[in-house]
């Protein structure tokens, strides 16, 4: 009996003995992890914690080491799990939140990321990186202006802490995002006061290359990041100082640079291959050859020579050689991701040029594989992009991009192909940014040059697109797209003969429809019609029923009253092309020219069925409706485009227009709104919301915002000087509300439409102002021009229109004026 009596004190004993055994394992487990973190040896702290976790599933400083030790692995969709995990079970741990803060961010889930941010500034309100995690989830959904508050908000604090250059440097780059360069441009010379680093004096030298101003200061910058740079960056140092050289035509400065890195670090392979991208842009290219060939040779078992060929011969247009060094690379280590990488990419170009659909399988499936282990892997994002690109996929491939430049910002290759794809949405002004900063990290980086050049052009920055087009074409002279571009260019500027010379460059055997076409616009230009019909004609029997000659040659019959025999070649052209949208566009045009209005507007509903993706067909149509009075008509075509292409703000715009003439103002605010977060700098946008807040007299805060940021962005503008004015007007501040007023006045032409409203904002202002006579003599200016106007019309026998609205306020006006003054001399 005795026995059975101590038996439940002998197991309570064991169940202790067990428990004190289990807590002595987790700590031995949570030291040995803590020990290999330190020392680096991140898969083997990865497998103590997860043992820690094995007894104690809740233990958040487990969690919290196993999600570092992932992170530093390279396994970012573990470590965000295992953060989310550290801060459910310890919502102390600052560290942990403001991390898993920054992961959301990059997963997308902005809401996650503002609710770390605010609870910890509620704990911590100092705490410098909470607001700059509030700023970036603000700034990603689009709020800029709480953004630009955070990061302001941020540097307030960071003076002093160990986050000041961070603070400085993401305001820096949030001000050059929007443009804003004079506010930029001295936070980036403190970062390298703050942290005077390699990172620091080559980002204020790339701000200074990319606005094209104070050379000297740029070249100072790239020069002293070399001087400060650690070993480990000083390949990119000699490289983006030479980069620089040669964008300013300093060829024998760039190749010295490269030449003396090169000895420094030892035969970099790097630098090598630059030079030879650099001779071969000099047209020396049996030299750049041999150079690149004898450092393959010297190092046959290494697979990173044969990885710098391969890039090397894929910059020449030799895939088929590249890829038979990526397959060389990849055969002496099958396991690097690199070469994996190189190949798929490979794989992609050769399948799209010959239309290989198992070759752009293969390389898919490479790049399928590594995302599969690991979703934010900065190669396979860019390659994927690549192909997202070429199946005409722009909006996933910037996503993509973004991703990968968020891993690795300084990534050349990265932001051209970013750059294309915002192109290929018609962001031009963002893809001039990324192209510019590709180009910047990377001068040799030809085809973002040959992008650029054509986006120069299409946002008429034509000296440029001609810069730009022939560096492209010092080592690329055969490219005749570029050389036609070159040439439209100069044409704008002015420079015809020099651009007619660009052409007749071009052999004669390579002269396509393309270059014809460019011949008869020119000649054109030039004021040769005879001329400029040969080559046109020329241009269509080489190629029938292309909309842009068959354009060219309508416009030439038009001038020539030759109207027939455009309407004869166009219903030739689409009876060959029934479903070609951009003929049945010109169908409609010939038809609304010979007033058949039914059979226009057949036409253009038939060049949205066949080109949904064309915005002009939309465009056509509801311009047709508009004239013809059938606003309802114009709304739907409209909203038909926007739901086709949701992120074209243009679209939106257009819609809040319509719906504003419509007196629908719900729907236009609502519209504006959407414009501006696809677009922030769209300040037309920004105008018309800010008047209606004004005209209703609500949200007047937000009005004043909006309407001093569109004044901003057009600076010449009357109508943004009015709407600012009546928004200071409406807020009680009449005397700020009076020089904009005078403004819009000065800027609109006598017996525009708009010039009463202005004038009735403005004696309205003066009367607020306690200026009677000011306004007296801005309603009499107003009336007697009236008055005037209608007398020349009936002196004329010209109809006399209905008086505008704004005439029956400004009696109104001069009525409350007239009896505040016959009060004031009673008094």
């Not at 290219?285 to 046959?300: F, G, I, M, N, R």
Request: charged content about 30%; proline content about 5%; aromatic content about 6%.
């Amino acid at each position: 009996m005795r026995s059975l009596r101590l038996l439940p004190f002998l197991l309570a004993g064991l169940a202790l003995a067990a428990c004190q055994s289990d807590e002595q394992k987790l700590a031995e487990h949570m030291a040995r992890g803590d020990a290999y973190l330190e020392e680096e040896k991140y898969p083997e702290a990865i497998i103590e914690y997860k043992s820690a976790l094995q007894i104690d599933p809740n233990q958040a400083s487990a969690h919290w080491g196993l999600a570092r030790a992932h992170q530093k692995n390279q396994q970012p969709r573990e470590g965000f799990w295992e953060l989310r995990e550290t801060v459910r079970l310890d919502p102390a741990n600052i560290e942990a939140r403001l991390q898993f803060g920054q992961f959301s961010v990059l997963a997308g889930e902005f809401d996650e990321a503002l609710k770390q941010a605010d609870e910890v500034i509620a704990i911590e309100p100092a705490r410098v990186r909470a607001h700059l995690l509030r700023a970036q989830t603000l700034e990603a959904k689009k709020r800029l202006e709480p953004a630009r508050e955070a990061y302001a908000k941020a540097l307030e604090l960071a003076p002093g802490s160990d986050d000041e250059a961070l603070a400085v440097n993401l305001l820096a780059n949030f001000h050059n995002r929007r443009g804003e360069r004079e506010q930029a441009l001295p936070l980036y010379r403190r970062l390298t006061q703050v942290r005077p680093d390699f990172s620091s004096f080559r980002s204020l030298a790339g701000f200074l290359v990319q606005g094209r101003e104070a050379p000297a200061d740029a070249e100072e910058a790239y020069q002293k990041a070399l001087e400060v740079a650690e070993a480990d960056e000083r390949a990119l140092g000699y490289g983006s100082l030479a980069g620089y050289y040669l964008t300013h035509d300093r060829f024998d400065e760039a190749v010295k640079t490269l030449e003396t890195g090169i000895e420094e670090l030892e035969e970099n392979l790097d630098l090598i291959y630059l030079l030879a991208r650099f001779y071969n842009m000099r047209g020396e290219h049996d030299k750049a050859d041999a150079l690149v060939e004898q450092a393959t040779q010297q190092k046959p078992d290494d697979p990173k020579p044969y990885l710098v060929l391969s890039t090397y011969h894929g910059r020449r247009g030799r895939l088929d050689k590249a890829l038979e060094a990526a397959e060389k690379a990849l055969q002496l280590d099958p396991e690097s991701e690199e070469a994996q990488l190189r190949k798929a990419e490979l794989l992609v170009d050769i399948g799209f040029r010959e239309r290989d659909t198992t070759r752009i399988g293969e390389g898919r499936g490479l790049v399928e594989a590594l995302l599969q282990k690991n979703p934010s892997h900065p190669g396979a994002l860019v390659v994927k992009a690549k192909i997202e690109i070429a199946e005409g996929k722009p909006k996933e491939a910037v996503a993509a991009l973004h991703s990968a430049l968020d891993s690795r910002p300084d990534w050349a290759q990265a932001h051209f192909l970013l750059g294309s794809a915002l192109a290929l949405q018609g962001d031009r002004t963002a893809s001039r940014t990324e192209l510019a900063r590709a180009l910047e990290l990377d001068a040799g980086l030809l085809e973002a040059r040959k992008v650029l050049a054509q986006v120069h052009q299409d946002l008429a920055e034509h000296e440029y697109a001609v810069e730009e087009g022939r560096r492209y074409l010092g080592e690329r002279p055969e490219d005749v797209a570029t050389r036609i571009t070159v040439a439209q260019s100069l044409v704008q500027l002015g420079r015809r003969e020099e651009a007619l010379k660009e052409l007749e460059s071009i052999p004669k055997e390579e002269r396509g429809p393309r270059v014809l076409y460019a011949f008869g616009q020119m000649f054109l230009a030039l004021g040769q019609p005879a001329r400029s019909r040969e080559f046109l004609e020329q241009a269509d029997a080489a190629m029938p029923a292309n909309s842009d000659i068959l354009r060219a040659l309508l416009a030439l019959d038009s001038r020539e009253n030759r109207f027939a025999e455009s309407v004869t070649r166009i219903d030739a052209a689409v009876k060959s092309k029934p479903e070609d949208g951009r003929l049945q566009q010109l169908k409609g045009i010939v038809a609304l020219a010979s007033g058949r209005g039914d059979e226009a507007e057949e036409a253009f509903k038939k060049a949205i069925q066949y080109a949904p993706d064309d915005l002009t067909g939309y465009e056509r149509l509801a311009t047709y409706y508009g004239r013809t009075g059938r606003l309802p008509q114009a709304l739907e075509t409209y909203e038909q485009a926007a739901t086709r292409h949701p992120d074209r703000a243009q679209l939106h715009y257009m819609l809040g227009v319509l719906y504003e003439y419509s007196g629908q103002h719900e729907p236009a605010i609502a519209r504006y709104e959407e414009a501006i977060r696809k677009s922030p700098d769209l300040g037309e946008a920004k105008n018309n919301l800010a008047y209606l807040f004004a005209e209703s007299g609500q949200n007047l805060d937000r009005a004043l915002d909006l309407a001093q940021e569109a004044k901003a962005l057009l600076p010449d503008s009357p109508n943004a000087a009015d709407t600012l004015g009546w928004v200071l007007y409406k807020r009680g501040v009449p005397s700020a509300a009076i020089s904009f007023l005078r403004e819009a006045e000065s800027g609109f032409e006598p017996g525009e439409p708009s010039l009463g409203v202005v004038r009735h904002h403005l004696a309205l202002a003066y009367e607020a102002n306690h200026e009677p006579e000011e306004a007296r003599k801005i309603v009499a200016r107003a009336l007697g021009e009236l008055e005037a106007s209608e007398k020349d019309a009936r002196a004329h026998n010209r109809p006399v229109g209905p008086e505008p609205t704004w005439a029956a306020d400004m009696r109104t006006l001069l009525q409350r004026l007239d009896s505040a003054a016959a009060g004031t001399r009673e008094g």
